[in-house]
């Protein structure tokens, strides 16, 4: 799943910004519920407190409430340095508030079942507010988790991210849908088409499609230059 990030991440032309790719030395082989995300927390934290020093922003490319987010920001070499720090899940949440119309919502496809609720929570906490539920339209999930986004065959991740994007969009009004994994990254192609298909040609190619990963990397190069 970190290499297939490494195009992507290469593909938005920041060239005068050097990325360190870092993958969990042990934990879960898959992020599927917060217990796992918590357990992934304790391997990696260890293993990153050598290089806070070194890099200038961090993100954390787990599409959750991730607990890594806010301990890195409690870290001394982070703290002290007020350097920036962010989750891909973080990131699309505030990129789609600002790329939709005041009236449009946002909602996020994901992959199991279990992440509907926690992630509905997970947008109110983020949001500070039980009304968020007027921009956010809620979430879909494949029933496949992250390893098997790669494991399954293509045409059946294919069917099932097209039904989970056409029962979001089915809620209505909804101006940006969130890839809610990384491992759906260059998966735009496929909710455009569900879009297509739902809504029409050219209501479908107005819907906003938002990988975390190319937000949360586009607000880290932006919150470095601007020195925040």
């Not at 079942?113 to 921009?135: D, H, I």
């Not at 260059?186 to 209501?203: H, P, Q, S, T, W």
């Amino acid at each position: 799943m970190t290499n297939g990030l490494k195009p992507l991440v290469d593909s938005l032309g920041f060239t005068s910004t050097n990325y360190t790719f870092f993958t969990a030395p042990s934990g879960p082989t898959s992020i599927n519920n917060e217990d796992d995300a918590a357990e992934s927390a304790k391997y990696c934290l260890p293993a990153l407190k050598p290089i806070l020093d070194s890099h200038d922003g961090f993100l954390i490319a787990c599409y959750s409430h991730h607990p890594l987010v806010p301990i890195l920001k409690s870290e001394n070499p982070i703290l002290n340095a007020g350097k920036p720090v962010t989750g891909i899940f973080e990131a699309s949440v505030a990129t789609s508030l600002q790329l939709i119309h005041p009236n449009e919502k946002f909602g996020i496809v994901s992959t199991g079942k279990v992440w509907e609720k926690t992630l509905e929570e997970a947008v109110e906490a983020f949001l500070g507010s039980s009304t968020s539920k007027s921009r956010f339209a809620g979430v879909e999930t494949t029933g496949l988790n992250a390893t098997e986004l790669h494991d399954t065959p293509p045409e059946e991740v294919r069917k099932r991210m097209i039904q989970a994007t056409k029962r979001l969009l089915k809620k209505g009004n909804v101006g940006a849908v969130c890839l809610g994994c990384a491992g759906m990254a260059g998966f735009d192609e496929m909710v455009r088409a569900a879009a297509i298909e739902e809504l029409g040609k050219e209501k479908g190619e107005r819907v906003r499609i938002v990988d975390g990963v190319v937000a949360g990397v586009a607000w880290l190069e932006g919150a470095i230059r601007a020195n925040f």
